[in-house]
């Protein structure tokens, strides 16, 4: 009888735990006596006077209070709103209940890695503070938290040329409501090198827009793409055959109508190494695509 349980490669990993993450542990198990003192008025934790985390253990400490099973949400967070004595440089959320305000004070840590797939708490205020921040973003997941860009409309080159301040680089959006975020980037992260968007439907969102928009600031730069489940014609995407520093390209269950308009724009990357795709376009058959 096969044991499927097996590890494939050799013996499982027995390692015991390092000092520095039995150390860890112990603070996250013990917080008020070792690291934080807890704010019952405002139910938040911050880091006690005179203490300083480094890059390496901040980063380490938000991975360890999950690894524990515990909810990652502001009152903990709160830490890391001394952006003087906490250095955050990666930072995964995916799944947790942090809110705008959260995200502003992280944000100020200079990310380097950020992760913000599934956090449902996300608005699109959030746009300003990681325009505002976001100059130091090297690899950003938005993933399906899509709604930061609900209630968004883009304007058109044409309406909005005399918004731009000379800089054709950076597109005006503006609320329904028509204010608010009139002459702000839609997300504006000049320097990423890998980027994830996930589910962008063109039903809810004026995704194809959304995605030049934000593509087209990091154009030059940009390394790693992946539009999985986006639901915009990828093919039509003329952003797409700009991306000269393209080398991986991840289009799963991207819907789309001419197979050769793309691969057109894609023989155009000269860089490009891979792309994995599973490409369809619900109603209509293989002939036709």
């Known amino acids: 009888m096969a044991l499927e349980w097996w590890p494939p490669h050799g013996w499982p990993d027995n390692t015991p735990d390092s000092l520095h993450d039995l150390c860890l542990d112990y603070c996250l198990q013990h917080l008020e006596q070792t690291l934080c003192d807890y704010d019952s ?4 934790y911050s880091l006690k006077e005179g203490l300083s985390l480094s890059p390496s253990v901040s980063d380490r400490l938000i991975k360890k209070w999950l690894e524990n099973g515990n909810v990652l949400n502001d009152r903990f967070l709160h830490i890391f709103k001394n952006t003087k004595h906490t250095k955050l440089k990666k930072l995964n959320l995916e799944g947790c209940n ?9 944000l100020q840590h200079q990310i380097c890695e950020l992760n913000l797939s599934s956090c449902g708490q996300l608005s699109r205020d959030v746009l300003t503070a990681m325009n505002r921040f976001g100059g130091s973003l090297r690899s950003l997941v ?11 409309e883009i304007l058109d080159d044409e309406d909005s040329d005399s918004d731009q301040d000379g800089d054709p680089e950076r597109k005006t959006i503006k609320s329904e409501s028509g204010h608010g975020l009139n002459r702000d980037p839609i997300l504006y992260c000049p320097n990423l090198i890998a980027l994830s968007i996930h589910g962008l439907c063109e039903s809810d969102f004026p995704a ?8 087209t600031p990091v154009k030059h730069k940009l390394c790693h793409l992946d539009l999985s489940g986006c639901e915009t014609e990828v093919e039509y995407l ?13 289009l799963h269950e991207v819907p789309v ?7 057109s724009h ?3 990357l000269k860089k490009l190494r891979w792309v994995l795709s599973f490409l369809y376009k619900q109603g209509l058959s293989p002939e036709k695509i």
Do not use: N, P
Not at 145 to 151: C, K
Not at 238 to 250: A, H, I, N, P
């Open 142 to 152: 938005i993933g399906t938290t899509t709604q930061i860009f609900q209630d968004i």
């Open 208 to 215: 194809k827009r959304i995605i030049t928009s934000i593509l």
């Open 238 to 250: 003329g952003c797409l055959c700009e991306l000269d520093s393209l080398q991986s390209l991840v």
């Open 266 to 268: 894609i023989a155009r």
């Open 41 to 44: 008025h405002a139910a938040v």
């Open 257 to 263: 109508y001419s197979i050769a308009m793309l691969f």
């Open 98 to 106: 942090v809110t705008d305000d959260g995200l502003v004070w992280l």
